[in-house]
């Protein structure tokens, strides 16, 4: 344990900036307690706390521009890589992505402050075509906010994070297994969290070729298109598709069968919202089996704003 504290005390900063990389980055490091106890024990020597703020906020904005340039070269498909690689289970979904469609890129500043948003948001300003100057803009005030949020918790619980850190010190050389079984409780419970999540969205799925036949022989179900306007706008939408990104929207169109696609990885926004109609009175509703990904590979026709 003294060889830890040591480590921070000599190297904090740079424990810092590499936690709040590998946090932001989308690996699950808590990298808010290495800001705080950092914080703590400068406070404690009489050290300016700033340049922890300031480390911290520059990691922060690097980890995002990374997602931020990715969703601007590369699209939908880094934001579906965000989606397969995040623990948390409302990362991808409805909620997500319409909070970002509502208040652009804006929402970066209370962004860090929402589990599973933080990396996708970044990414979807990418994607959208936001202006650098304009991104590092507002993700900085976010990332300055976030960062100082737990600078004031080291600050104000320094006596707290000290009798702790004697706690831990009694534990003698116990405390840094503890410290890393704790680490791995946090990991298991995010991934068991998403593991319940997903398996609360398993449904039936429809298959692009029976969508397809039900299309063509004149039965349509209601076709419900869960996406961002942007998405839609840069892959066009499946033939008689309508927008739809709530329940109440939904619910607003009542039909006797309805389909509804995303393009998430498990079809996971379209089976939210397909789970959340269904418990409002609609019977027969089922995801889109591999989303619009799926439709267009086996490139099946679809419409778009220029026809």
């Known amino acids: 344990m003294d060889s830890l504290l ?17 946090d932001q980055g989308g690996i699950p490091v808590p990298a808010y307690p290495a800001i705080i106890v950092t914080t703590a024990l400068a406070v404690m ?22 997602w931020f340039t990715g969703g601007r070269r590369f699209g939908n498909r880094i934001v579906r890589l965000m989606c397969r690689l995040s ?19 804006a929402s970066l500043i209370i962004a860090k402050f929402v589990p599973g948003f933080a990396a996708v948001a970044t990414t979807l300003a990418g994607q959208s075509g936001t202006r650098t100057r304009t991104f590092l803009f507002f993700d900085g005030i976010g990332a300055a906010l976030w960062a100082g ?13 000290d009798d702790l850190l004697a706690d831990l010190a009694d534990l003698g050389h116990m405390a840094l297994p503890a410290l890393l079984a704790i680490v791995a409780a946090y990991i298991a419970w995010k991934w068991g969290r998403r593991q ?18 039900m299309i063509d022989s004149g039965n349509a179900p209601l076709i419900l298109d869960v996406r961002a306007e942007a998405d839609r ?16 929207e939904a619910m607003a169109m009542p039909h006797q069968t309805v389909v509804v696609y995303c393009d998430c990885p498990n079809e996971v926004s379209a089976a939210v919202l397909a789970l959340a109609i269904r ?26 704003a220029a026809v």
């Open 6 to 22: 040591h480590l921070i005390a000599v190297y904090g900063l740079v424990v810092v900036f590499v936690t709040v990389l590998l």
């Open 45 to 66: 020597d009489g050290k300016s706390v700033w340049p922890i703020l300031a480390v911290a906020t520059v990691a922060a904005i690097l980890a995002d521009w990374v």
């Open 87 to 105: 623990l948390s289970p409302d990362s991808c979904v409805i909620r997500t992505r319409g909070a970002f469609a509502k208040y652009g890129v």
């Open 149 to 161: 949020g737990a600078v004031v918790l080291g600050v104000v619980f320094h006596d707290a994070v």
């Open 196 to 213: 319940w999540f997903l398996r609360q969205l398993r449904m039936a799925r429809v298959s692009s070729a029976e969508l397809a036949q």
């Open 233 to 248: 706008r840069s892959t066009g939408w499946i033939p008689g598709a309508v927008f739809a990104s709530t329940p109440e």
């Open 279 to 304: 418990k409002r009175g609609f019977r027969n509703v089922r995801p889109l089996a591999g989303g619009v990904s799926g439709w267009l590979a086996e490139g099946r026709a679809v419409e778009n």
